[in-house]
């Protein structure tokens, strides 16, 4: 008992996770949930000091990107202020959305940040939205994950029924309301603009940035938006201190803990918290519990579909969001690949998941995810012709420098590393 509570003492998320079920509201209360909530509605903190307690934790953005949340946070809270009221009634102020899309293969720690603990991302959207000047929210779930969206709806009911959302919350000056946005489960439309496009009835495709969504978002107005699991970190940054929060981690450049996705080769796969500045060893021997017997590691892909392949040399690496020094952990999802495993049919199962995915917008990845996949085809037939590889160079040149957004680079990530790791496995001896 004792040693559980320690061990939970060194998590910010899945301590409020149970073993079965979800926490219910009355369990999230009980366990201190909404205190930071209350006090901060109270007049017990400042709308100012939360944004710097944030920016002092150092969390980085959970979503993939890892931009600094406190930074954010501070633009968006600017924009606000100085925006001129909307000329139509029907559109708010400002937006704050929770993007909990995630529709990336092997990536499914968000759906369970909502399964098992609704009220955690909720209270750090809340505290968003209150420490910034919003008064409306959306949640974005992938609209195939049906049961996400309904303990949702659930939840929100819940917490309108207990009076910690809606007009006049816990009785003071500040309301909010959020709606579940359920997406039609397309990749691209995680990525923010895209998101605001499909959110206004628009076809999923990403916007031309400046403007900023802290500028001009949804409907025009500024609109935060966050990854579920940077907003179910803000209550524990708040109520501990950013200080706890650091020391937390284990890098000197990435603070907190993060949620690993554990896929593939391993004796027990699943969802994980830990420091980041954990290695891929670790995460591979202690978390997964390491690779099944009569198995041989052969690489690890980290950040899911669009992550990156590393070697076996690179496993002891620290895993954070500071490029130079650390692996870059993305969304967190680790693919654990054996030696007995087709590379190559991974390789064509990537490509056709960025072929049907692109949106079309832009020459580079309409044309590039497709000629991809036929390369794709034809490497795992063993029928390559003379120029396939420079042509892959190619792609992978044009779509990671010339796509109108990050998916034309995200799509290439795994073929640069594979080209560098296994270009003899790929297009064999004579042409590598
Ligand atoms: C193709 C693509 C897909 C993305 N999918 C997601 C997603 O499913 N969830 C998410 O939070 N961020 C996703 N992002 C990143 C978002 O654009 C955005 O950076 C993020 O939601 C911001 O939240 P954060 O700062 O808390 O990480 C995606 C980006 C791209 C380019
Ligand atoms: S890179 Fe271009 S085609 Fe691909 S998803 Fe982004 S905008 Fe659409």
Redesign the pocket.
């Known amino acids: 008992m004792e040693e559980k509570k320690k061990e939970n003492d060194r998590k910010v998320i899945t301590a409020f996770w149970p073993d079965k079920g979800q926490t219910t509201l009355a369990e999230y209360l009980d366990g201190g949930g909404f205190s930071v909530f209350k006090k901060a509605l109270a007049g017990g903190i400042k709308p100012a000091d939360a944004i710097e307690e944030l920016e002092k934790s150092g969390l980085a953005g959970r979503g993939g990107g890892g931009f600094k949340t406190g930074t954010k946070w501070r633009l968006a809270r600017e924009e606000i202020k100085k925006a001129s009221p909307p000329k139509n009634s029907s559109v708010a102020h400002a937006y704050f959305i929770c993007n909990a899309d995630e529709s990336e293969p092997g990536t499914y720690k968000d759906r369970l940040i909502i399964e098992k603990c609704p009220y955690l991302a909720l209270e750090g959207m809340l505290l968003g939205a209150w420490a910034t000047g919003t008064e409306k929210g959306f949640v974005y779930v992938n609209g195939s994950y049906r049961d996400t969206a309904h303990i949702l709806r659930q939840s929100i009911a819940n917490l309108i029924q207990a009076g910690w959302l809606g007009k006049s919350i816990q009785k003071s000056d500040f309301s909010f309301e959020i709606q579940v946005f359920e997406g039609a489960g397309s990749?691209?439309c995680g990525?923010e603009t895209?998101l605001l496009n499909s959110i206004e009835g628009k076809r999923g495709?990403?916007r031309l940035r400046p403007p900023f969504p802290v500028q001009k978002g949804l409907f025009g107005r500024p609109t935060l938006i966050n990854n579920a699991e940077t907003l179910a970190c803000v209550p524990y940054i708040l109520k501990k201190g950013a200080g706890s929060f650091k020391m937390l981690g284990r890098s000197e450049t990435s603070f907190g803990t993060k949620l690993f996705v554990l896929n593939g080769a391993l004796n027990s796969p699943g969802v994980y918290e830990a420091p980041l500045g954990v290695t891929l060893r670790e995460l591979i021997e202690d978390y997964g519990r390491g690779i099944p017997a009569g198995k041989e590691l052969k690489c690890v892909q980290v950040g899911g579909d669009s992550g990156v392949l590393y070697s076996l040399e690179e496993i002891d690496k620290p895993l954070g969001y500071d490029k130079k020094s650390e692996i870059p952990v993305g969304s967190g999802a680790v693919l654990v690949i054996d030696s007995q495993t087709d590379l190559k049919k991974l390789l064509l199962a990537w490509a056709r998941f960025f072929r049907r995915?692109?949106?079309?917008?832009?020459?580079?990845?309409?044309e590039?995810?497709y000629q991809l996949f036929l390369l794709a085809e034809r490497i795992a037939q063993n029928k390559t012709l003379a120029g396939d590889r420079e042509r892959l160079e190619d792609i992978i040149l044009t779509?990671g420098k010339a796509?109108?957004?990050?998916?034309?680079?995200y799509?290439v990530n795994p073929w640069e590393s594979a080209l560098k790791l296994f270009s003899k496995e790929m297009f064999g001896q004579a042409d590598s």
């Open positions: 990749y691209v990525e895209a495709e990403p995915e692109s949106c079309g917008k832009c020459v580079p990845c309409r590039g995810t779509m796509s109108f957004c990050a998916f034309g680079s799509a």
